[in-house]
T-cell receptor, first 112, second 114 residues
């Protein structure tokens, strides 16, 4: 059973469109991180959300942490071909040096 | 900015052989994590170390062991390799008290077991 459910698993849209990726769980997380991963490379940290209801913006990317700290979303405005990649959400239940629990990821393709 | 360094980047081994993967964390980071990512899978947490002590343990097989040294680098030792151990192995590092367990990943070691 996957602790973090991501949806959609695959998404292919045209350049300029908007999209939202969801990361849901029945568990509460102390923090949740979003990563982007290219094939054969390590995940690159995009953002960390900690407080319930928190919203963070990174250029055209908007990240939100649910009020109950069980879910999160990533919204991309005016998607560009450079946004193509695998987006992973990952949660931490405790603190300190606890390992991350990853979702299965969303494969995003932005067509020019 | 300096990143996490992993070596080797690629490794080919035969079944039942042993392998050692090395990880050098970002300078001043005191915590290291090991993850295994199979083809088309999400990264699975194996084990973590803080200040040379094992901190958290995930789905690490008994055939694997790891340690963190006084200079904070870490090594993952894998014995009796099986075909199913073929995967990308990532090391990540963080600094206790800096952020909220924000982990920065290395480029990975691709292990192929023949």
């Amino acid at each position: 059973t996957q602790l973090l459910e991501q949806s959609p698993q695959f998404l292919s849209i045209q350049e300029g469109e908007n999209l939202t990726v969801y990361c849901n769980s029945s568990s509460v997380f102390s923090s949740l991180q979003w990563y982007r991963q290219e094939p054969g490379e390590g995940p690159v940290l995009l953002v960390t959300v900690v407080t319930g209801g928190e919203v963070k913006k990174l250029k055209r990317l908007t990240f939100q942490f649910g009020d109950a700290r069980k879910d999160s979303s990533l919204h991309i405005t005016a998607a560009q071909p450079g946004d193509t990649g695998l987006y992973l959400c990952a949660g931490v239940k405790g603190g300190g040096a606890d390992g991350l629990t990853f979702g299965k990821g969303t494969h995003l393709i932005i067509q020019p | 900015a300096a990143g996490v360094i992993q070596s080797p980047r690629h490794l080919i081994k035969e079944k039942r052989e042993t392998a050692t993967l090395k990880c050098y964390p970002i300078p001043r980071h005191d915590t290291v994590y090991w993850y295994q990512q199979g083809p088309g899978q999400d990264p699975q947490f194996l084990i973590s170390f803080y200040e040379k002590m094992q901190s958290d343990k995930g789905s690490i097989p008994d055939r694997f062991s790891a340690q963190q040294f006084s200079d904070y680098h870490s090594e993952l030792n894998m014995s009796s390799l099986e075909l199913g151990d073929s995967a990308l192995y990532f090391c990540a590092s963080s600094r206790e008290g800096l952020g909220y367990n924000e982990q920065f990943f290395g480029p990975g070691t691709r292990l192929t077991v023949l």
